[in-house]
């Protein structure tokens, strides 16, 4: 049974980061490509980043590229996010997810698996 388990999330001032963690199992997490996804009150759930498992590749919506970086620790079957110079409008649940590729991650594309989400609060 795969599981993806985010961690992380919390509350934090603008201008502030934070590190979301996504700890996967159940599946081949070296060949399994991963993306981070993020729904505000209201909205629809948007693309935020994704990597791939063998090469690396990674992409970034823009509007936090500069900001946010995905990476990802085979070794720990993990996938991170990292969070820089967060802003209110960055507040959101943000998912975990695992695909086929990143470039249809990036789609909406070939996504098999979800997370339960974690929180993060942008506010002063």
């Known amino acids: 049974q795969v599981q993806l388990v985010e961690s992380g999330g919390g509350l934090v001032q603008p201008g502030g980061s934070l590190r979301l963690s996504c700890a996967a199992s159940?599946?081949?997490?070296?060949?399994?490509?991963m993306g981070w996804f993020r729904q505000a009150p209201g909205k629809a759930r948007d693309f935020v980043a994704a990597?791939?498992?063998?090469?690396?590749?990674?992409y970034h919506t823009d509007s936090v590229k500069g900001r946010f970086t995905i990476s990802r620790d085979n070794a720990k079957n993990t996938v991170y996010l990292q969070m820089n110079s967060l802003k209110p409008e960055d507040t959101a649940v943000y998912y975990c997810?695992?695909?086929?590729?990143?470039?249809?991650?990036?789609?909406?594309?070939?996504?098999?698996?979800w997370g339960k989400g974690t929180l993060v609060t942008v506010s002063s």
């Open positions: 990597i791939s498992g063998s090469s690396g590749m990674s």
């Open positions: 997810a695992a695909g086929r590729t990143a470039s249809g991650i990036r789609r909406y594309d070939g996504i098999d698996y």
């Open positions: 159940g599946l081949t997490f070296s060949s399994a490509s």
